[in-house]
């Protein structure tokens, strides 16, 4: 089957740790994107990459890391210096290109919860 | 990128008809319109673009006037499993440029 797998569903964490959390996708997709959501919010983007070893801020980097090593991996890294990180990640990925149907592909989502 | 306005939430009964509008006025000339629905802790899914006029699929439509500056995505015969958060999004969708997700419109649809 192909898809978009994020692990763990759910993460807790002890304040001043960082957390990274996995994103997996055999789409052959090359652009990935990682988002956060807050209860009753709509999605805010953190990072997105484009092409393997790039990848750019999205709107609410602070506090974030990112890598894209290989074309189907997306580790999105929580690290002690984002202030308020309880919430609903999500991560993503669309083809890039010309085409006018570049539909984003979403995981599952992960559900941090910071103790 | 377009910012786009959508209702917070609307509530609706099962058999009827939803229609939910979104305002575009600075959409760009390449830019297309797409909708993603999201039920509660999973990830959004797309439901239906288009660019003008009207664009169908099994699930819903998207009507697009001439002017381009607004949407309208139409349920048909909605059920209470279409009770979700639907985005409307609008952009030129190549990948080169990141997509911006407001805050969507929470349709409740009662029994």
């Known amino acids: 089957d192909g898809g978009i797998t994020q692990s763990p569903k759910y993460l807790f964490r002890k304040e001043g740790q960082n957390v990274t959390l996995s994103c997996e996708q055999n789409?052959?997709?090359?652009?990935m994107y990682w988002y956060r959501q807050d209860p009753g919010q709509g999605l805010r983007l953190i990072y997105y990459?484009?092409?393997?070893?790039?990848?750019q801020k999205g709107d609410i980097a602070e506090g974030y890391s990112v890598s894209r090593e290989k074309k189907e991996s997306f580790p999105l890294t929580v690290t002690s210096a984002q202030k308020n990180p309880t919430a609903f990640y999500l991560c993503?990925?669309?083809?890039?290109?010309?085409?006018?149907?570049?539909?984003?592909?979403f995981g599952p989502g992960t559900r941090l919860t910071v103790l | 990128l377009a910012k786009t306005t959508q209702p917070i939430s609307m509530d609706s009964y099962e058999g009827q008809e939803v229609n939910i509008t979104c305002s575009h006025n600075?959409?760009?000339?390449?830019?297309?319109i797409t909708w993603y629905q999201q039920f509660p802790s999973q990830g959004p899914r797309f439901i239906i673009q288009?660019?003008?006029t009207k664009v169908t699929n099994e699930v819903a439509s998207l009507f697009i006037p001439a002017d381009r500056k607004s949407s309208t995505l139409s349920l048909p015969r909605v059920s209470l499993s279409d009770t979700a958060v639907y985005y409307c999004?609008?952009?030129?969708?190549?990948?080169?440029?990141?997509?911006?997700f407001g805050k969507g419109t929470r349709l409740h649809i009662l029994p």
């Open positions: 993503a990925s669309s083809i890039v290109g010309d085409s006018s149907y570049n539909e984003q592909f």
């Open positions: 789409l052959n997709h090359d652009a």
């Open positions: 600075n959409i760009a000339t390449n830019d297309y």
């Open positions: 288009g660019y003008k």
């Open positions: 999004l609008v952009g030129d969708m190549s990948g080169d440029d990141k997509i911006i």
């Open positions: 990459s484009q092409i393997v070893n790039d990848f």
